[in-house]
């Protein structure tokens, strides 16, 4: 099946910083997906961004499908911003969404 | 809108209980799904649905079962508790295979 891998596995920022995220997949797919699991547990979704660039406030998301990859751009970095984010991906029209093993952001004050 | 509701929130089993976790969306998605989370790790896909009556295996189905009767409603079956299925479970639904959306989860101890 279809492989899913995040880097760097962990991040500590300084608040104000900005930061990537990397998302890369081992196949074509058609469906790609955010999230950000905040400490509490709770699982947001950020983007549904199978290719191209979108944009939702200090967060950006690029899908560049071709070269199997995703980026996440968090920038002016807060406290709230911590917690794991999740990039997941699906290959097929099944809907079977697959998840990588996340990237653990932590911003200081 | 409620969103995606989960009951129960916490639940301890003994080995060899079972059990159903309950999930149901109000929000009239088509697609379903049920994935666990152990400490530290990701997600994995345990049974999705594409609507009412259609259902299928995901990465970790042994142990499981689901049932889709409705557009609203995802059971999730344990037969058998065993300890590897110490978890906090996740029930999730879209509409397509798009933005997914996240129940709150479900805190399952085996002993």
């Known amino acids: 099946g279809i492989q899913v891998e995040q880097s760097p596995p962990d991040l500590i920022l300084q608040e104000g910083a900005n930061s990537t995220l990397r998302c890369n997949f081992s196949?074509?797919?058609?469906?790609l997906q955010w999230f950000h699991q905040n400490p509490w547990g709770q699982l947001i979704n950020l983007f549904y961004i199978p290719s191209g660039t979108k944009q939702n406030g200090r967060l950006s998301a690029t899908t560049v499908a071709t070269e199997r990859y995703s980026l996440l751009y968090i920038s002016s970095s807060q406290t709230t911003d911590s917690g794991v984010y999740f990039c997941a991906v699906g290959s097929s029209n099944t809907g079977k969404l697959i998840f990588g093993q996340g990237t653990t952001l932590q911003v200081k004050p | 809108n409620a969103g995606v509701t989960q009951t129960p929130k916490f639940r301890i089993l003994k080995i060899g209980q079972s059990m159903t976790l309950q999930c149901a969306q109000d929000m009239n998605h088509n697609y379903m799904y049920w994935y666990r989370q152990d400490p530290g790790m990701g997600l994995k896909l345990i049974y999705y649905?594409?609507?009412?009556?259609?259902?299928d295996k995901g990465e970790v189905p042994n142990g499981y079962n689901v049932s889709r009767s409705t557009t609203e409603d995802f059971p999730l079956r344990l037969e058998l508790a065993a300890p590897s299925q110490t978890s906090v479970y996740f029930c999730?639904?879209?509409?397509?295979?798009?933005?997914?959306?996240f129940g709150s989860g479900t805190q399952l101890s085996v002993l």
């Open positions: 196949d074509s797919v058609n469906n």
């Open positions: 649905s594409v609507g009412a009556g259609i259902t």
């Open positions: 999730a639904s879209s509409y397509e295979d798009r933005g997914m959306f």
